[in-house]
């Protein structure tokens, strides 16, 4: 019998790094696997993070799979697992199975924009294939950033989105008006209305809570993209990671298999409960 | 290869099969279930719809996927739980419940294969039983491609003739099992085979219910998304998730974790049947969810049963047992709603 994929591969913590706190914290943890295994993952897709007596927990990966000194995930303190995991320290084991899920085609953008559009730990998912595209720079058109979150705490990558910018066009946001702020007041949607990114040649990518995508999406057909040109990730509560569990379904797709990444051609064609 | 073997002689046919774990229905209580025959002598195949179908054999209500336990250094360990060795010989299987079997095959057969299922499954052999009469007066297994003599997913099938039964070997399985007892058996006659024929199709005309249209009910359902209809259907739900939990088609499952000890660490982790009736089932640790009122999830059960189990798998995601009707306690009934749906303006 073939790899018994309900099996979690261990993998040590090796660093954590606090990146918002507060009532909404999120850390990022890089880890490594404690033995060599076949693990290789695309951009967008996501793993189980396992805390044992815990439970699973579905998780983007947020490093670029250029990376292959570890693995890097951010996370949002919200439920059971992943208050477990913001409980962990350096050098403690947690469980890994994966990669789950389709990926960003990020092969059919080359010589194109790619305009990412990231709302509070949104960004997790859109960093890894924000760092891919980075890497391999010359094979893709202008690179833009806009990113925003409730207040300035609450950005995630704050040291990395500062040094982003000499790379990259990056734009943020906070919700509302606070003192020393200098980018932009308002709603992430709003940020895109306001910087007027072109749809000539340009794919955006954009993640985040589910009211913000669907704000941002308007906004992008305001200003001419093409559904085609629309990409997003979507949530939903996982069990198995393999189509199999039954939770995760949006009509006939498991979005553990079929998605996490949509085109908004295809996202709308679905019926929408997500 | 068609065999008869006299009644007389069905125990002498189960003694032998030792080297099985052999289940058949078991009235229990007023209530009928497959459990592990324990006298051959007292066997009786004349069982109604047993509560919970073979399914639960295959696919246990609740199995260990692995152990886990920190080592005294303090490094987690885990240790993969696969089912042990269990051939295993069911009698008495209903025809729709074996179809089911095919059904829950497709998704745990999809790549990756679920190893817990298949090493249940790959040991288990169905022997059949022709419905005449029907097990249940909800039956409507004709109006969902089967029928009470179907062979689907089925070893051996037997239908009764009275004093004898008719034994229909299907697969090597099933020859194997006839093997194991190969002087019981009589080859059937012709005369045999034209009593079976008689019986089968009598068989048929004793199904008493019916979903009228069925062929169009994929495409009205997907323009049904968004009505009211859900709503009103689903009003008397109580969300019990019975009509879940005794579906032999039904296959969504949970993963947790359950600790024994928590210093040291130890526990495993278990999978159990879930349903998707129950509000946690789909909402996220935020609170929001995708499917947050009994319409949506009513409507999520017809439509998951009725469309996207067609779009992805070609096939109805149901065998027509009867049993969500039959024992819903608010009455809430599948063939009426599909009926309601075909009418649907």
């Not at chain 1, 954590?16 to 693990?39: A, C, D």
Request: hydrophobic share 30%.
């Amino acid at each position: 019998m073939n790899e018994n994929i309900y099996i979690p591969k261990l993998a040590k913590i090796i660093k954590i790094k606090e990146e918002v706190s507060g009532s909404r914290p999120i850390k990022t943890f890089r880890t490594q696997f404690i033995e060599k295994n076949s693990f290789s993952h695309q951009c967008g897709q996501c793993a189980m993070l396992s805390v044992l007596g815990k439970g699973e927990s579905m998780i983007s990966i947020s490093s670029s799979p250029f990376e292959k000194d570890f693995l890097q995930f951010s996370i949002l303190k919200m439920g059971r697992v992943t208050s477990a995991l913001h409980e962990t320290e350096v050098g403690e084991i947690i469980g890994i199975r994966g990669p789950y899920g389709n990926n960003f085609p990020i092969e059919n953008w080359k010589g194109k924009n790619l305009i990412f559009i990231g709302g509070g730990i949104g960004l997790a998912p859109i960093w890894s294939v924000l760092h891919t595209a980075l890497k391999k720079k010359k094979d893709y058109g202008k690179l833009t950033l806009i990113y925003g979150a409730r207040t300035s705490k609450d950005l995630v990558f704050k040291e990395e989105l500062e040094k982003l910018n000499e790379k990259m066009n990056v734009h943020l946001s906070v919700d509302v008006e606070e003192k020393d702020w200098k980018g932009y007041v308002g709603f992430v949607p709003q940020n895109v209305t306001d910087k007027k990114p072109s749809p000539d040649n340009s794919i955006s990518i954009t993640c985040g809570p589910p009211i913000m995508i669907k704000f941002v999406i308007k906004a992008l057909e305001e200003l001419g993209f093409e559904d085609g040109q629309i990409y997003t990730t979507v949530e939903n509560k996982m069990k198995c990671g393999i189509g199999k569990c039954g939770r995760c379904n949006i009509g006939k797709h498991y979005i553990c298999k079929d998605g996490p990444v949509y085109s908004w051609a295809e996202l709308k064609t679905l019926p929408q409960e997500y | 290869m068609e065999k008869i073997l006299t009644k007389k002689s069905f125990p002498a046919w189960i003694k032998k099969l030792q080297s099985y774990t052999v289940y058949s229905p078991e009235k229990q209580e007023n209530l009928w279930s497959y459990e592990v025959i324990q006298n051959p002598d007292k066997l009786n195949l004349e069982h109604l719809n047993t509560v919970l179908a073979p399914k639960k054999i295959i696919y246990p209500q609740r199995e260990i996927f692995l152990q886990f336990n920190t080592s005294k250094e303090g490094k987690p360990q885990i240790k993969e739980v696969l089912p042990e060795e269990h051939p295993a010989v069911i009698f008495g299987v209903r025809p729709c419940d074996a179809k089911a079997i095919t059904l829950t095959d497709k998704v745990f057969g999809e790549e990756p294969k679920d190893p817990y299922y298949w090493s249940r499954r790959n040991q288990t052999i169905l022997v059949g039983l022709t419905c005449n009469p029907p097990p249940s007066p909800n039956c409507f297994c004709l109006s969902v491609g089967g029928s009470p003599h179907s062979k689907e997913g089925l070893d051996i099938l037997m239908t009764d003739m009275g004093d004898k039964y008719h034994i229909d070997s299907l697969t090597k399985k099933g020859e194997k099992l006839i093997k194991a007892a190969e002087n019981l058996f009589k080859p059937a006659s012709s005369k045999d085979k034209k009593e079976l024929e008689k019986i089968q199709r009598e068989s048929e005309k004793k199904i008493k219910r019916e979903v009228k249209d069925i062929k169009n009910i994929p495409d009205k359902l997907k323009d049904m998304f968004e009505s009211p209809f859900w709503d009103e259907e689903a009003m008397s739900c109580i969300r019990c998730g019975i009509c879940t939990y005794l579906c032999p088609t039904c296959f969504c499952f949970d993963i947790t974790d359950e600790l024994t000890s928590t210093l040291p660490l130890k526990g495993k982790r278990v999978r159990t049947w879930d349903t998707c009736q129950f509000p946690d089932f789909t909402m996220h640790s935020s609170g929001h969810n995708p499917r947050p009122d009994k319409a949506s999830r009513l409507r999520q059960r017809m439509l998951h049963k009725f469309q996207y189990h067609v779009e992805n798998y070609q096939d109805y995601l149901c065998t027509g047992c009867g049993r969500c009707i039959s024992l819903c306690p608010m009455g809430i009934d599948i063939i009426e709603i599909l009926n309601k749906v075909i009418d649907h303006e």
